[in-house]
């Protein structure tokens, strides 16, 4: 068996995949730094809003030195591709198990993103479970390629760095319009950590504008992720559900399962939502050029 998706059970293990990964590097007391690299870009070369709660989660991690739980992040402005962004991560409180934490993304244009969570330490011994049921769906080597890159020179955006396949439903605990449900997995076979998992969860707005019976996209408003326990997948299946649209705003949540079934985060999102005459899933890269202008 090899060790593709295996995640590094140690806190500073993980905290060093991630930093590897996003291109987080700590550069003083509660002060980290990112250049929008590719990876962390959308199509349009705009900073990916997955890559700003992942690195939101990564932060904090690693300035508390305990893990995640969960990470809300609301997008104030933008950063393009190549521009660096520094990260101020504040303990607002810390307890004997639980910190509460803020982190503030800026440039010198001002604030691209801020974040509020908590990190903890889980008690071995404590309370758990799973309440949610994996849907029934074909496995990944069944699916259709999606979000494919069009495979021009200098292509940007978290596409190029994720594999997607899509999955049929065969039987969903929850059926209703717009359901969706996506496998995903890093094209370099890298962990799927709680951070990660985050940077792969934000395609909420896909299964809203399916649930209002047209194809489209979205812009994050918020990224949130409340995460559960780390285990070792190489894939991962989004279970996508819109809950309500309104005005062309939406919402939606993203339940996060490894292959075997185990409930890695919920996920959830409100996008500003718009139309497109392509499917995003079927038609994204050569259509990239086409969303240049057209979110905010």
Request: net charge negative; aromatic share 6%; proline share 5%.
């Amino acid at each position: 068996m090899d060790d593709a998706g295996a995640v590094p059970m140690d806190h500073d293990a993980r905290v060093a995949a991630d930093e590897d990964f996003l291109g987080l590097r700590e550069v003083g007391s509660g002060r980290f730094a990112f250049d929008v690299t590719s990876r962390l870009a959308r199509a349009d070369e705009r900073l990916y809003g997955g890559a700003a709660v992942a690195l939101s989660v990564a932060a904090a991690a690693a300035e508390t030195g305990r893990d995640a739980l969960w990470c809300t992040t609301q997008f104030v402005s933008t950063a393009m591709l190549g521009r660096t962004v520094d990260l101020q991560v504040e303990v607002l409180a810390a307890g004997r198990r639980t910190s509460q934490v803020r982190v503030t993304a800026t440039t010198d244009d001002g604030v691209v993103f801020a974040s509020l969570g908590a990190c903890g330490v889980l008690k071995p011994d404590g309370l758990a479970g799973t309440f949610e049921e994996r849907p029934e769906v074909s496995p990944p080597g069944e699916g259709d390629v999606g979000f494919r890159p069009s495979g021009r020179h200098g292509e940007a955006g978290w596409h190029t760095a994720v594999e997607v396949r899509t999955a049929e439903i065969r039987r969903h605990p929850d059926p209703g319009p717009g359901r969706v449900c996506l496998w995903l997995r890093r094209i370099d076979r890298g962990p799927v950590t709680p951070a990660i998992a985050g940077y792969l969860a934000d395609l909420v707005p896909l299964s809203i504008v399916r649930g209002c019976g047209v194809t489209g996209a979205g812009t994050s408003l918020d990224n949130t992720i409340r995460i559960g326990a780390a285990a070792e997948t190489e894939w991962i299946l989004l279970d996508l559900r819109p809950n309500l649209a309104v005005g062309s705003y939406g919402h939606g949540i993203a339940n996060v399962w490894t292959e075997d079934g185990q409930l890695l985060a919920v996920a959830s999102q409100t996008a500003s939502l718009m139309e497109l005459d392509f499917d995003p899933l079927t038609a994204f890269g050569s259509h990239a050029s086409e969303l240049q202008g057209r979110n905010g």
